[in-house]
Every structure is written in structure tokens, then in C-alpha cells.
């Protein structure tokens, strides 16, 4: 039987605090059958517990309050993002678990981080991450709410915050309207009702005209780096600075059936398996690929790669009936190479309706699969290890990355990420580091 993520109490008594602390009063917990994210050494009882002594009210309230933010916003520095997403943001004086909740939008990451050695009284021990699907991270949650407002039920503590919130949160998903407004104001990084609502009215408007995955990929862009990128805006921008493509003319995969599904595989899994996919489909091998074979695939302008750079915020396609415009941000060759790539991969395993293609610096699972496929279509890992032959040196990667023609820093994640040598610099993927314990990738439910 397959292991599920449990946020469950298990109830205590207690003589202080609230109505409501009272009453939820218990070892709080979360973890599968086999690995607890929240165990620790209690100080007072001197052993190891599954859980702290906290009053689950509190940890309930903040699932509630920040459900949409768990769900869809994308990790970000940006203020604020980690009081909704960080577990030891929840107060009330009690020791809460160092949990920082991370999503993709398809898949959740839970990443515990111990306690220091001299923490009292509760010194949690637990440092290797979970990965859930987006659905059994919202059955979890789910579960432990309404446990929380069954015991204040019985407690007879009525008429709770808690369940004020909860009633709207529920109400808010069942309606697709509602729910849509919601996710988005969560992407932009805003609480619900705090956004500007002119923002959400546009966000739902250019997902009318470009589609809805498009729009949402605007909104994660908005909540990282702080600036909203218009329709109109790039629209704009495809007319004066961009060059003509052709989408019906790209290349197709011939079996596209036949990659994962989204949510049932980390995102870079995907993206690497359509790479692959598409070597073998075209005879590639191991050979690096022309920028001419690249634009070719692609169905963009001869010479593309080198043109001259006339916009460096943001690398997109906007297609309009047949024809497309596509606008490269960065001047670099080796840059506007995966960028080009990045556009082709969401083209062949994204979402098929959308007008709008960007390539963004979010961490959201479509831009995540975009820039596993750009790196293992041009630089495939088979091909990188038998190039530079064990040498990791900074020489060795230079060559490798002249070789390929990309950059120096796709050499270092690809071999960063396939455990060939240290991370150095680069920001770690929580799903990748949890990749490394068997245990803890679960599929979709």
C-alpha cells in the first residue's frame, strides 16, 4: 500500500491558554507511516517524540489562512513570502517545526531543517524533504482541518476564527471562478483580498486572450521578481522586437503519449524524457546541435541565435493564428540558444492552447520542465560524461560548454545535479535533493 503524507493531533490536555488552545491541545505530527518531519528530543521527558506538545488550533488557522499561498506560489525572497510558507512563522509560543513548504504548482515539497544542538525544550532532528502531489498535499491538509474542528466540536468551543476561514476557503474552491482569482492573487504573492483587484481583473482577462496557463505563468513571473509583464505589453514588444516563426511548422514529438504525466514526476523528469525523445526521434546521438538544426525545429527565423539582442527582460513566443513572433532576452549566444530551446520544449510538453510562451525565472513546474528540456537536449548528460571523462575541473567544464555551446553554468547544474561534483554557488532544487532517498517521492494519487 502506497505511503501518504498525515498532518494529524493526537490530543493532550492542557490548563492554560484559550478555549480554543485548550481544546486542541496535543502532539502534533506530520510524515508518513515510515518518516516524521516533525520528531524530535523533548528535553522535559528526556526521549525522542514524534511530535511537540502545541495547541493544533494554531497550526490549523495558518493551513487555513495561507492555503492558497501553500498551494500555488512558487519560492521566492520577495518580503512576506516566507511568514505564509515557513511552519515556525506560526508563534503563539510554541516551538514549531523548522518546515518550509515549497510549491511548484504541481508538486509539493515539505523541507524540515533540524534544530540547532542547544535548542530547548523540543530539538527537532528530522533534515531530508518530502515530495507530495499538489492533490495529497490538499487531502492532508484537508484531514487535519477538520480533525481540529471536529475536537473543538466536541470541546464545545463554537464560532471559531478557524472555522470562519475554513468555511470561505472551501466555498472558494468549489467554485472555479473564485478559485482561479484566488490562485492567482497566491502567485502574485498577495493574501486573499489584498491584491490590487485592477491586477487580478487583467490577469483573468489575458487569460481569456492567451490562455489560462499563460496568464498563471504571468502572475508566478509578477510574484518573483516584483514586476507584472502585460499581454498588452509583450504584444507590444513581439511587433517591434521580435522575429517571425512559424508554430505549425515546429517539430512534433511522434509519441508525446508516452511522457509521465505532469504530477505523477518531478518536473525536470519530464523535461529530460522529452529531450531524449526528441534526439532519438531526429538521429541526433550524442552530437551537439547547429543553431541553423535548432532554429529549424523550432520554425524561427534563420539566424535568430545571432541576431542582434532587442530586449533583455524576457525570453517569449506570441502566436497569432498561424504566424508567431518570438523575442530572445538575453545577448549571448549560449543564452539565447536554451532560451530558444526552453521555448520549444514548453512547446512540445506544455500546455498545447496557450498564445503566450515565456520563459521565466520562476520555480513553477512548467518553467522547471523548460529548463531540464533545454539542458539535456543541448547538452546531453550521456554525451557531457563521455566528453569530459571524469575531469571537473573548471578547464575541463569551459571545453565542454564550448563544445555544446551552452554555458558554463549549464555544465555545472547538469553535473551538480546528476551528483558528479559539489554544489557551488548554484540554489538548490529541494525536489532534487529529495530525489535522493527513495522514500520520498510519491506519485499522484
Not at 486572450?209 to 499563460?214: I, Q
Request: charged content about 30%; glycine content about 6%; some cysteine.
Amino acid at each position: 500500500m502506497k505511503a501518504t503524507l498525515s498532518i494529524r493531533a493526537e490530543w493532550e490536555r492542557t490548563s492554560e491558554g484559550t478555549p480554543e488552545e485548550r481544546a486542541c491541545f496535543a502532539t502534533f505530527c506530520i510524515g508518513t507511516p515510515d518518516v516524521s518531519l516533525t520528531e524530535g528530543f523533548d528535553a522535559y521527558v528526556n526521549r525522542l517524540r514524534q511530535g511537540p506538545l502545541v495547541s493544533a488550533y494554531h497550526a490549523a488557522e495558518w493551513f487555513a489562512w495561507n492555503w492558497w499561498r501553500l498551494r500555488w506560489e512558487a519560492r521566492s525572497t520577495r518580503q512576506g513570502w516566507a511568514h505564509s510558507h515557513q511552519m515556525s512563522s506560526i508563534g503563539a509560543g510554541y516551538v514549531w517545526p523548522n518546515i518550509t513548504i515549497l510549491s511548484d504548482g504541481s508538486r509539493i515539497v515539505l523541507y524540515p531543517e533540524p534544530s540547532k544542538p542547544s535548542a530547548k525544550p523540543f530539538r527537532y532532528i528530522a533534515d531530508v524533504p518530502l515530495v507530495v502531489s499538489g492533490r495529497q498535499f490538499e487531502s492532508a491538509v484537508d484531514e487535519f482541518v477538520a480533525q481540529v474542528l471536529d475536537r473543538l466540536k466536541v470541546e464545545m468551543v463554537a464560532e471559531t476564527n478557524l472555522s470562519r476561514i475554513w468555511e470561505d476557503v472551501i466555498a472558494e474552491r468549489a467554485d472555479p471562478a473564485a478559485a482561479l482569482r484566488r490562485k492567482l492573487e497566491a502567485l502574485i504573492g498577495a493574501e486573499p483580498d489584498e491584491a490590487d483587484p485592477e491586477t487580478i481583473d487583467r490577469l483573468e482577462a489575458e487569460g481569456r486572450e492567451v490562455g489560462t496557463e499563460a496568464a498563471v505563468e504571468l502572475a508566478a513571473d509578477q510574484g518573483v521578481e516584483g514586476k507584472a509583464h502585460t499581454v498588452s505589453e509583450l504584444r507590444s514588444i513581439a511587433v517591434s522586437n521580435g522575429y517571425d516563426a512559424k508554430p505549425s511548422d515546429a517539430i512534433k514529438l511522434d509519441d508525446p503519449s508516452s511522457l509521465p504525466k505532469v504530477d505523477e514526476v518531478p518536473a525536470w523528469v519530464r523535461g529530460a524524457k522529452a529531450a531524449r525523445q526528441l534526439r532519438a526521434q531526429v538521429g541526433l546521438g550524442a552530437a551537439p546541435i547547429s543553431n541553423n538544426r535548432l532554429e529549424e525545429m523550432a520554425a524561427v527565423s534563420k539566424g535568430l541565435i545571432v541576431a542582434p539582442k532587442r530586449y533583455d527582460e524576457l525570453s517569449f513566443s506570441m502566436d497569432d493564428n498561424a504566424a508567431s513572433r518570438v523575442v530572445l532576452g538575453s545577448k549571448w549566444e549560449t543564452g539565447r540558444r536554451f532560451n530558444l530551446a526552453r521555448l520549444l520544449g514548453d512547446r512540445l510538453c506544455a500546455s498545447r492552447g496557450d498564445k503566450l510562451r515565456t520563459a521565466t525565472r520562476t520555480y513553477t513546474y512548467r518553467q522547471k520542465m523548460q529548463r531540464s528540456f533545454a539542458a539535456e537536449f543541448l547538452c546531453p548528460f550521456e554525451a557531457l560524461e563521455d566528453w569530459i571523462k571524469r575531469d571537473y575541473s573548471n578547464e575541463a567544464m569551459e571545453n565542454a560548454a564550448e563544445h555544446f555551446t551552452v554555458s558554463s553554468r549549464t555544465i555545472e547544474t547538469l553535473l551538480v545535479n546528476h551528483g558528479r561534483i559539489n554544489r557551488s554557488g548554484l540554489e538548490a532544487d529541494p525536489e532534487r535533493e529529495a530525489a535522493r532517498f527513495v522514500w520520498t517521492d510519491f506519485r499522484a494519487s
